[in-house]
């Protein structure tokens, strides 16, 4: 059973979705849509996102990689490999454009693609005496949210001091989310399988305090150090932001969870980074 879910604000998302679904049709293929998606094409059948992750065994989202973000966001439980085509504007996480439809359709069928485990981050909140936990599958930042503001932060590796940043901002990123947020800050790419996080400060005022990558079996243990006049808040893939104050103390390690990420067997994630970042050469 496949589950159909797409970005309903895009532009043409009616248009591509009908497709999608004459396409599934003509090859007899069983599909569940997730709520908005059955909306936007009148079907009278629809299902929440969670249902859909526990009822397919495949998910194919609609959408870039915000979407497959919002997605993995409404899961609590196992993620079932999830299938990209990308109808947004950069997507490192899909595997087809919108006018491969056909081929995407195909793939899925014909179980034509290889799975890419990324694995999530989990990340424990200790505020007011009080404990909970989130995960992130890009990263956790730690700022002053809308306000571009300075913000210190002490960073433990495994209990040990590695140093305080003075920035505007830091991130946390997986090897996933190193293309995303951390990339734009200045970080390192990393490759999804190298088994590595990244620390990667945002506008830093200090020379040194520089991007670090650190064995992803690391808890990375941030504390917002300063006064509590102004606000600092720890947010987890772009939402989920949650207020912290000076000594509180967020612990970020892998989780548990991965997302089995569909990919074509024949596109690396070396040609992945050629097309979406425009890199050139020719091989010698």
Known sequence: MIGLIAHVGKPGASSI???????????????????????????????????????????????????????????????????????????????????????????????????SPRRLLSATVRHAGKISTHEALNEVLISRGERSQLVKVRVLIDGTLLTDYYADGLIVATPTGSTAYSLSAGGPILMPDCGALVITPI???????????????????????????????????????????PDDRIEIQKSSRILPLAMLPNRSFSSILQQKLKWSGSNI
């Open 17 to 115: 979705v009908q497709k999608t679904i004459a396409c599934l049709q003509k090859h007899r293929a069983e599909f569940l849509a997730e709520s908005k998606t059955a909306a936007l094409v009148n079907l009278s059948q629809h299902y929440p996102v969670e249902e859909l992750a526990e009822r397919c065994s495949i998910l194919l989202v609609l959408g870039g990689d915000g979407t497959i973000l919002r997605v993995i966001h409404q899961i609590s439980g196992a993620i079932p490999p999830i299938f990209g085509l990308n109808i947004g504007s950069l997507g490192f996480l899909t595997c087809f454009g919108p006018d491969e439809i056909e081929a995407a359709i195909s793939s899925i069928l014909t179980r034509d693609y290889v799975l």
């Open 203 to 245: 506008c830093p005022h200090v020379l040194t305090n520089r991007s670090v990558v650190v064995a992803d079996n690391s808890i990375i243990t941030l504390i917002p150090c300063g006064d509590q006049e102004q606000a600092v808040f720890v947010t987890l893939d772009g939402h989920d932001a949650q207020r912290v104050a």
